[in-house]
């Protein structure tokens, strides 16, 4: 109820969903209604008022999206409402609020996704950038633009994948195809984008390692469409199975030594040790842990 003038803020009635929303209980809301206005965001405040106003004029319902700090937490809200007059002259509005931070949240990595694509799409070495129609219940794989980039991560002309997408996707290992399907999935349920890391055989016969993000988004039509980039990452990759195996090298060498191996930092905090040196000390890993070098050794070499 905002009075006759529409100055005024009294709620008459609200629905338990107050709690959820707004952390608020029904009779704190009914007692003063500023402790739900009060969330809107500052920015916000301005445009509700001014669709208020019109809809008090010309007494027809308005709609808005806006944001509010329950708690302090940044929240998305749309709310309609319809204006309507009582016979003591009073302006009434019957109105309903809904939750859309997942939507508008989906809504912004969509357009991140968008704006991050537009900018590599101009200069995108090692990479490509494509769009894919995957029909109302992802029944089919049309793509329906790919970058140049293509010839050099698949072999294959821009022409050729868009006439028959089956010859990208079947460069897709066999063991990697489950987690592409499942990420897809997953991706489009969410409508959120999907990242995936994949081998595929180039029709040279070398293995490339493939990083493809991709955001969906769907058409009037119900198909769903996919925005994405891929990135070739295979030196990356080499990179850190030679690291691995390196590691692997340097622990078993450090496993096998004969010599006791101890490091320490200069406050005599010990890091590591091999078998070598826990059985010359007799203690385990877990126990020099917690020790020093000073604890291990006898306190008339300690200023030595």
């Known amino acids: 109820d905002s009075g006759v003038d529409g100055t005024?803020?009294?709620?008459?009635?609200?629905s338990q969903g107050v709690e959820k929303l707004h952390g608020l209980t029904i009779a704190e809301v009914l007692?003063?209604?500023?402790?739900?206005?009060?969330q809107v965001h500052e920015d916000d405040r301005p445009r509700v008022a001014e669709l208020e106003k019109r809809a008090a004029?010309?007494?027809?319902?308005f709609?808005?999206?806006?944001?509010?700090?329950?708690?302090?937490?940044?929240?998305?809200?749309?709310?309609?409402?319809?204006?309507?007059?009582?016979?003591?002259?009073?302006?009434?509005?019957?109105?309903?609020?809904?939750?859309?931070?997942?939507?508008?949240?989906?809504?912004?990595?969509?357009?991140?996704?968008?704006?991050?694509?537009?900018?590599?799409s101009d200069n995108l070495p090692g990479g490509l950038i494509y769009q894919l129609d995957s029909g109302q219940a992802g029944e089919r794989?049309?793509?329906?633009?790919?970058?140049?980039?293509?010839?050099?991560?698949?072999?294959?002309?821009?022409?050729?994948?868009?006439?028959?997408s089956a010859r990208l996707y079947g460069q897709v290992v066999e063991e990697d195809r489950?987690?592409?399907a499942a990420r897809t999935v997953q991706a489009a349920k969410a409508m959120t984008p999907m990242h995936v890391e994949m081998r595929c055989r180039h029709?040279?016969?070398?293995?490339?390692w493939i990083y493809a993000c991709s955001a969906p988004r769907r058409m009037p039509n119900g198909h769903m469409i996919w925005d994405g980039i891929e990135l070739d990452i295979t030196e990356r990759k080499q990179a850190e199975e030679a690291l691995r195996k390196s590691e692997a090298k340097y622990r078993l060498l450090h496993e096998s030594m004969r010599d006791a191996f101890c490091r320490a930092d200069l406050s005599g905090r010990?890091?590591?040790?091999?078998?070598?040196?826990?059985?010359?000390?007799?203690?385990?890993?877990?126990?020099?842990s917690e020790l020093t070098y000073q604890d291990l050794t006898p306190e008339r070499w300690h200023a030595g």
């Not at 004029?57 to 319902?61: G, H, Q, Y």
């Not at 050099?152 to 028959?164: A, C, I, R």
């Not at 029709?203 to 490339?208: H, L, Q, T």
């Open 270 to 288: 010990i890091l590591e040790t091999n078998a070598a040196f826990q059985t010359l000390v007799g203690y385990s890993q877990e126990e020099l």
């Open 63 to 120: 709609a808005a999206e806006v944001r509010r700090l329950p708690g302090g937490a940044l929240r998305w809200r749309l709310f309609t409402s319809a204006p309507r007059r009582l016979p003591n002259g009073h302006l009434v509005w019957d109105g309903l609020e809904w939750d859309i931070t997942e939507r508008k949240q989906a809504e912004d990595a969509l357009k991140e996704s968008r704006t991050r694509i537009q900018a590599l």
């Open 178 to 180: 489950p987690l592409l």
């Open 8 to 14: 005024e803020r009294h709620f008459r009635l609200i």
């Open 203 to 208: 029709p040279s016969g070398d293995i490339r």
């Open 141 to 164: 794989r049309q793509i329906l633009y790919i970058s140049q980039g293509v010839e050099l991560l698949h072999g294959l002309t821009p022409e050729e994948v868009m006439q028959d």
């Open 31 to 38: 007692a003063d209604a500023e402790a739900l206005y009060g």
């Open 57 to 61: 004029e010309t007494m027809t319902p």
